[in-house]
Nanobody, 127 residues
Framework: QVQLVESGGGLVQPGGSLKLSCEAS????????MGWFRQAPGRERLFVGG????????AYIDIVKGRFTISRDNAKNTVYLQMNSLKPEDTAVYYC????????????????????WGKGTQVTVSS
């Protein structure tokens, strides 16, 4: 059972930055694509972006393009979400998730295609 633990959330002013981390418990983490999702109160869980197992492909939804950056360090079993120019509408619980199939060359955007999930970290953007 792979365990994923997110960290780095918090309260930040509009225009500020945060860097989220997601550490996996298993060394096979490097075999799987990873996704970042977020869920605001009363809203559905939304795909934010993802990265393939070898960092060959990275993708984002349009509303975060140019502001968010996903990266990974397989030697540290960790994936990152750097968030810049944060807006109040970015407020949500952010989750990382591991793809259900290893070595996929494409990024999956559906939550049901991810097998393992972290418990989430709260990001609040407010003045």
């Amino acid at each position: 059972q792979v365990q994923l633990v997110e960290s780095g959330g918090g309260l930040v002013q509009p225009g500020g930055s945060l860097k989220l981390s997601c550490e996996a418990s298993e060394r096979t983490f490097g075999d799987y694509g990873m996704g970042w999702f977020r869920q605001a109160p009363g809203r559905e869980r939304l795909f934010v972006g993802g990265i393939t197992w070898n960092s060959g492909t990275i993708a984002y939804i349009d509303i975060v393009k140019g502001r968010f950056t996903i990266s990974r360090d397989n030697a540290k079993n960790t994936v990152y979400l750097q968030m810049n120019s944060l807006k109040p509408e970015d407020t949500a619980v952010y989750y990382c998730a591991a793809d259900s199939i290893p070595f996929r060359p494409q990024i999956r955007v559906g939550a049901d295609e991810y097998r393992y999930w972290g418990k989430g970290t709260q990001v609040t953007v407010s003045s």
